[in-house]
């Protein structure tokens, strides 16, 4: 699953000084809560349709 693959790769780059402070990392980060935006509104979204009308 795309989040095990970037939490991996945080990881990766964290565990390594060369790394800890990259461009690289900071794009995972940045891609990681985007992903989890993403899957925490859809989660909403369905939320919301099954449930129906709500007085």
């Known amino acids: ?3 095990d693959r970037l939490y991996a790769a945080k990881v990766y780059l964290q565990s390594d000084a060369a790394t800890a402070n ?3 990392l900071r794009q995972v980060v940045d891609d ?3 992903t989890e935006y993403e899957k925490h509104r859809a989660a909403d979204v369905d939320g919301e349709n099954e449930r129906g009308q709500v007085h």
Do not use: G, I, T, V
């Open 1 to 3: 699953d795309r989040l």
């Open 22 to 24: 990259s461009e690289a």
């Open 32 to 34: 990681l809560a985007d």
